[in-house]
């Protein structure tokens, strides 16, 4: 079973900053089988990436994914104020799916 | 428009049932694989179950194997969960996912429902 840790666990950023997620795995992401989503509060999670590195449908540009085996990356080139949330990655490569535990993104 | 919505949830005791249950629309049901996925109050994200679109092929977490059990109904446009020998960390909010990829399914969500709350508490 493949276990996901998310680093760091809060960023302290401010709007129009970049913002470089990290998410490790404890071994190879099968084909990088790598998801990540947004989760503001009350709301339920919102695909961003999958395949490590493609945007789901309607995701700006600003939201890029990267890596490969066990080491994962999201980056918000530039904050937006809705951008403020926290965000999960998520194997699919084998069985059980995981989660990272999150990265709360929050404004500086 | 994609419509995930969720009902079933609400206080139950500890070794009790529930059946959860996810009726969704705006896209054709039976070409995806389905899923549940819970998160614990003020904690993360936790797959539970998923299920082919045609129930030929069944996944458990560890955590629930032997007392959840996911079905579908594909006429009814509806997917199902039946909980028992609950546990107070059942307790979690959960939510109906479909999965992105048709058909072969793939194990991760581009639509979500709202969620259902379960508490399982004396």
């Known amino acids: 079973e493949i276990v996901l840790t998310q680093s760091p666990g809060t960023l302290s950023l401010s709007p129009g900053e970049r913002a470089t997620l990290s998410c490790r795995a404890s071994q190879s992401v099968s084909s990088s089988y790598l998801a990540w989503y947004q989760q503001k509060p009350g709301q339920a999670p919102r695909l961003l990436i999958y395949?490590?590195?493609s945007r789901a449908t309607g995701i700006p540009d600003r939201f890029s994914g990267s890596g490969s085996g066990t080491d994962f990356t999201l980056t918000i080139s530039r904050l937006e104020p809705e951008d403020f949330a926290v965000y999960y990655c998520?194997?699919?490569?084998?069985?059980?799916?995981?989660f990272g535990q999150g990265t709360k993104v929050e404004i500086k | 428009e994609v419509q995930l919505v969720e009902s079933g949830g609400g206080l139950v005791q500890p070794g009790r049932s529930l059946r959860l249950s996810c009726a969704a629309s705006g896209f054709t049901f039976d070409d995806y694989a389905m899923h549940w996925v819970r998160q614990a109050p003020g904690k993360g994200l936790e797959w539970v179950s998923g299920i082919s679109w045609n129930s030929g092929s069944i996944g458990y977490a560890d955590s629930v194997k032997g007392r959840f059990t996911i079905s579908r109904d594909n006429a009814k446009n509806s997917l199902y969960l039946q909980m028992n020998s609950l546990r107070a960390e059942d307790t979690a909010l959960y939510y109906c996912?479909?999965?992105?990829?048709?058909?072969?399914?793939?194990?991760?969500?581009?639509?979500w429902g709202q969620g259902t709350l379960v508490t399982v508490s004396s």
């Open positions: 996912a479909k999965d992105r990829v048709a058909v072969a399914g793939a194990y991760y969500f581009d639509y």
């Open positions: 395949g490590a590195s």
């Open positions: 998520q194997q699919y490569g084998s069985s059980p799916p995981a």
